[in-house]
């Protein structure tokens, strides 16, 4: 072995280098027990192109069967809205003793699906878990969707909806008479115009890098305008990037309190009341609980569904609905002990109407809706403590919609049941939507998944970018 | 990539196929005393930061003084309508009412901050819809590329091949940009 003299002896200053290269490319070690988050063993351009062919290639006769669909639903709902506005609130089925009903769950309801995609974005990238990748985009979509349907129920609700921006603290030709900022409906404005907004800025800078692949990909001229407009000229600067994952990491910050407090200002409404079955304390907590138990629901049924569609198992995989599984048992639980809770407060207070409140949601004329809330949201989601519940997709479908439906009537046992037995016995009354109110319940999920469905052919629905940081995460 | 005095400048493009080959290349290059002009990958590269030399982003600071400002703005603005311009008696409430603040306060706290990280993102980074600027072939796929300045009188020719072929650059390119 001969080696020359001069290779053994290395210049300080080389040997320096070496050692801070070394340090600064050298990978953490990996526990063998990681399992790939995304499966096929995919190379970066599998995944661009796996992604961007969803949304670039012609629509499917299933894309535009479910079009016709959605948007009929959408046109059933514009059809009411309209009903509503021209002749007034009487189309619907309220009255002075039921002064909020359908349009005040279907509110408090979308508000609560958004809140899932605010999680999976912001709650799980805090907590460093990688997995949400796969589902964050579509998650936040749906947040973005779920916020717009749910505001237009207290809009319309207002009677004079053009007048909405009265809400504003905008000096105005009434002498300026401000708004009452002691009032939690005003407060609820505020959260979720923030919530919206925060969302949308969110949701767009995590777009930015597939925006600008969907650009230099474009063939078409109307696209390849609408994504060199979109993208903002962004190039994959790493003096970007960095700056970008700070900002990235702000609004997760950000958003993470936000989330909690949008659903706590939307229980507030009931919770400063002075309803039985309203005025009480465990609301914020048990509301945010809630909103997320449903929002996992949604995220999961609509995930069977564009994962089947779009072919994306190698991206979206078992392991996903196992996580979000587990989740939703969580949350479920949490929901389904605030209700033994209610239960229990009511009696122990020792008040005549709170105990009244109790016995009428359990025994009295809503005990059904009471029933079928109690059964989809306490007791079915325990199935997800097996694990062969929790990896199997037909079965996690089925039961996602049984969530869905009983957080809908979660809301409707909580206004409901409080207001159709008020303090007055005489004037009590069993409300019952009418046509006008169901067909604006129905356009809503029209509107929902119109918008989702133009969503998924627009932009790319998995946040491709963030994949291939993912891609080697049980290589290493 | 903003060159502020317009000129031309040679530049010299290595590309790469991975995210280790371009941080191991990067982090030699800057050692041994190239300026590097920029760096540009598909996703970010964890660890990248500290190859190129990058101090942290101080945009941390442009979000707290965004949410200092709204925080003080609902602040004032609830305290002064509610409590100074035109108090309204409200179920017998006071008219200055902190607690009932809180509500509004975070929310626009958080608004002002998420909204002025955000724009302090885009004016830096160049960030605008009518910006012509393109990205080099494949970035946004799955290319890694290692962008060195000629401008500094560190340039050697030699010596940067010699990073770009011990890090397995697929090509390397040479040019002007703007």
């Given at each position: 072995m001969d080696?020359?003299?001069?290779?053994?002896?290395?210049?300080?200053?080389?040997?320096?280098?070496?050692?801070?290269?070394?340090?600064?490319?050298?990978?953490?070690?990996?526990?063998?027990?990681?399992?790939?988050?995304?499966?096929?063993?995919?190379?970066?351009s599998d995944v661009t192109n796996d992604i961007n062919v969803i949304h670039e290639q012609g629509?499917?006769?299933?894309?535009?069967?479910?079009?016709?669909?959605?948007?009929?639903?959408?046109?059933?709902?514009?059809?009411?809205?309209?009903?509503?506005?021209?002749?007034?609130?009487?189309?619907?089925?309220?009255n002075r003793t039921v002064g909020w009903a359908f349009d005040i769950t279907n509110f408090v309801f979308w508000i609560g699906i958004g809140h899932a995609g605010t999680f999976i974005s912001a709650i799980l990238y805090l907590f460093n878990q990688k997995w949400r990748t796969s589902i964050n985009r579509s998650a936040e979509a749906m947040t973005l969707i779920a916020v717009m349907c749910a505001g237009i129920f207290p809009i319309i609700h207002m009677g004079r909806p053009w007048l909405f921006y009265w809400f504003l603290p905008y000096p105005n030709s009434r002498g300026s008479l401000w708004v009452n900022f002691r009032s939690p409906l005003l407060w609820d404005f505020f959260a979720i115009s923030t919530y919206f907004?925060?969302?949308?800025?969110?949701?767009?800078?995590?777009?930015?890098?597939?925006?600008?692949?969907?650009?230099?990909?474009?063939?078409?001229?109307?696209?390849?305008?609408l994504y060199t407009i979109l993208s903002l000229g962004w190039n994959g600067s790493n003096r970007t990037w960095s700056r970008y994952e700070t900002v990235y990491g702000i609004l997760a910050a950000l958003a993470t309190p936000l989330v909690l407090s949008v659903h706590s200002i939307v229980s507030f409404d009931f919770a400063t009341s002075l309803i039985p079955g309203w005025h009480s304390t465990i609301f914020p907590p048990y509301f945010v609980a809630g909103a997320v138990f449903s929002g996992f629901a949604m995220v999961m049924t609509l995930m069977i569904l564009v994962r089947k569609v779009m072919n994306l198992e190698d991206y979206i995989t078992l392991d996903h609905f196992?996580?979000?599984?587990?989740?939703?048992?969580?949350?479920?639980?949490?929901?389904?002990?605030?209700?033994?809770?209610e239960l229990w407060t009511g009696f122990y207070s020792g008040n005549p109407n709170e105990i009244f409140m109790i016995i009428n949601r359990v025994l009295g004329p809503y005990a059904w809706a009471y029933w079928i809330m109690f059964t989809f949201?306490?007791?079915?989601?325990?199935?997800?403590?097996?694990?062969?519940?929790?990896?199997?997709?037909?079965?996690?479908?089925?039961?996602?919609?049984?969530?869905?439906?009983?957080?809908?009537?979660?809301?409707?046992?909580?206004?409901?049941?409080?207001?159709?037995?008020?303090y007055l016995p005489s004037s009590w009354t069993y409300y019952l939507p009418t046509t006008v109110e169901a067909g604006l319940l129905i356009g809503s999920f029209g509107l929902f998944f119109t918008a989702f469905l133009i969503f998924l052919r627009l932009f790319p629905i998995i946040a491709a970018s963030e994949v291939k940081g993912v891609l080697k995460y049980a290589k290493h | 990539m903003r060159n502020t005095n317009n000129e031309l400048q040679r530049y010299t493009a290595a590309y790469f196929s991975?995210?280790?080959?371009?941080?191991?290349?990067?982090?030699?290059?800057?050692?041994r005393g190239f300026t590097i002009h920029d760096v540009f990958s598909p996703f970010p590269v964890h660890g990248m930061d500290e190859a190129m030399g990058l101090k942290p982003s101080r945009i941390t600071w442009a979000a707290f003084a965004g949410g200092l400002a709204g925080l003080v703005t609902a602040v004032v603005l609830q305290i002064w309508t509610s409590a100074y311009d035109w108090a309204l008696n409200i179920g017998g409430k006071p008219f200055n009412t902190p607690l009932l603040f809180v509500p509004v306060s975070f929310e626009l706290t958080v608004l002002f901050s998420g909204l002025t990280s955000v724009i302090v993102l885009f004016y830096l980074s160049g960030l605008n819809p009518f910006s012509k600027r393109k990205s080099l072939p494949g970035?946004?796929?799955?290319?890694?590329?290692?962008?060195?300045?000629?401008?500094?009188?560190?340039?050697?020719?030699?010596?940067?091949?010699e990073i770009f072929s011990k890090y397995n650059a697929e090509k390397v390119v040479e040019g002007d940009l703007v």
């Open positions: 080696v020359p003299i001069e290779k053994l002896e290395l210049s300080i200053d080389e040997r320096r280098i070496r050692n801070e290269v070394g340090r600064i490319t050298q990978h953490p070690a990996v526990s063998p027990l990681r399992e790939p988050l995304v499966t096929g063993n995919k190379s970066y629509a499917g006769l299933g894309w535009w069967i479910a079009l016709a669909i959605s948007s009929s639903l959408l046109l059933i709902g514009l059809i009411a809205g309209y009903l509503t506005v021209t002749v007034g609130i009487g189309t619907w089925g309220l907004t925060i969302s949308l800025v969110f949701w767009y800078i995590g777009l930015l890098p597939d925006i600008a692949t969907a650009r230099d990909r474009a063939r078409t001229k109307f696209r390849r305008k196992e996580k979000m599984c587990k989740v939703t048992l969580l949350t479920g639980s949490i929901v389904g002990l605030a209700y033994i809770t949201n306490a007791l079915v989601p325990q199935l997800f403590w097996f694990k062969r519940f929790r990896r199997s997709i037909p079965l996690i479908f089925v039961l996602s919609i049984f969530i869905n439906i009983g957080m809908w009537f979660e809301r409707f046992v909580i206004i409901m049941i409080s207001l159709h037995r008020d | 991975n995210e280790d080959d371009l941080k191991g290349s990067t982090a030699e290059a800057r050692l970035v946004n796929d799955d290319k890694f590329v290692l962008v060195l300045d000629h401008s500094g009188a560190s340039f050697r020719k030699e010596a940067a091949d």
